[in-house]
């Protein structure tokens, strides 16, 4: 099992910048992938950006040249730095790992609100 909690979430005015963060209850070394989902009102939870265990980042489109995810293993935590907000990025964001043993396990944090004004 492993817990994750967000923070950082608020209300930020269109072109601002928030940073998330996910902390971890295990280790990131036991953690095969770790980033972020979000789902907007009346859409479905979509990827954000996602880090993978060998170091590679994937980034949805829309994101790409604003949001950058980066990670402290000796915290268990990611973070995820957003710049140039937009309206279109108000959603719930959810932290998401993922572990691989026998299965693949799927672990999700409660969510934390993001809201932009424009």
């Known amino acids: 099992q492993v817990q994750l909690v967000e923070s950082g979430g608020g209300l930020v005015q269109a072109g601002g910048s928030l940073r998330l963060s996910c902390v971890a209850s295990k280790s990131m070394f036991s953690i095969n992938a770790m980033g972020w989902y979000r789902q907007a009102p009346g859409k479905q939870r979509e990827l954000v950006a996602m880090l993978g265990s060998g170091g590679s980042t994937n980034y949805q489109d829309s994101v790409k040249g604003r949001f950058t995810l980066s990670r402290d293993n000796a915290k268990n935590t990611v973070y995820l730095q957003m710049s140039s907000l937009t309206p279109e990025d108000t959603a719930v964001y959810y932290c998401?790992?993922?572990?691989?043993?026998?299965?693949?396990?799927?672990?999700w944090g409660k969510g934390t609100l993001v809201t932009v004004s424009s």
């Open positions: 998401n790992a993922v572990v691989v043993t026998t299965r693949t396990n799927y672990y």
